[in-house]
């Protein structure tokens, strides 16, 4: 596993090799973001931007956020295995100072922890899990992101996802086994 493209690129990352967590793959990951940098619906960009990253395992997309200019990259984890691999990376990759990692319950972080704003979401839930939707209603009721957002979920390709009612989608794509939905809020 290694980090695609920006100031860190060609870097390789620490991985976890447990049931517990599924790596974003580096093609769908560059596909992300390509789409972020080129696609005309999406005028949110990586660089100096607030990211959180729910479900953040190793922290591949939030490492590759910071690598390309973020200004900020807020890790949620509870994998003690793969927060340990996370410290790990950030500390290689001299990058720690520009992250925040939470080894918490979601939830939890959401409703008590976060201050600011954010400008891109990226949720990356094990794909039987669907406690998301209400990670996504806890966003928008303590109003965690900013006018100018994006939300970027990854589910597996055959679900079915009940998102409508609270986000606006722009954009689905779907590579192999995983689709990629960009969206924002109502």
């Known amino acids: 596993m290694r980090i695609i493209s920006g100031e860190l690129g060609g870097r390789l990352l620490h991985f976890v090799k447990n049931p517990n967590t599924r790596p974003l793959k580096d093609t769908v990951k560059e596909s992300i973001f390509n789409i972020l940098n080129h696609s005309k619906l999406i005028n949110v960009k990586i660089k100096n931007s607030n990211i959180l990253d729910l479900y953040s395992g190793?922290?591949?997309?939030?490492?590759?956020c910071l690598s390309r200019g973020a200004k900020k990259v807020s890790f949620i984890e509870r994998d003690k295995l793969a927060i340990k691999i996370l410290k790990k990376n950030l500390t290689k990759l001299s990058i720690a100072n520009k992250s925040k990692i939470y080894s918490s319950e979601i939830e939890t972080v959401l409703t008590k922890k976060?201050?600011?704003?954010?400008?891109?979401?990226?949720?990356?839930?094990?794909?039987?899990?669907?406690?998301?939707?209400?990670?996504?209603e806890l966003i928008k009721k303590n109003k965690l992101y900013d006018n100018n957002h994006i939300i970027i979920l990854h589910r597996e390709k055959k679900s079915?996802?009940?998102i409508t009612n609270i986000l606006k989608v722009v954009e689905i794509k779907t590579y192999g086994r995983s689709k990629i939905i960009f969206a924002y809020f109502k």
């Open 58 to 64: 190793i922290g591949s997309f939030g490492i590759e």
């Open 114 to 136: 976060l201050e600011e704003k954010f400008q891109i979401f990226f949720l990356d839930p094990p794909f039987k899990n669907f406690d998301y939707y209400q990670n996504l």
């Open 160 to 162: 079915k996802e009940e």
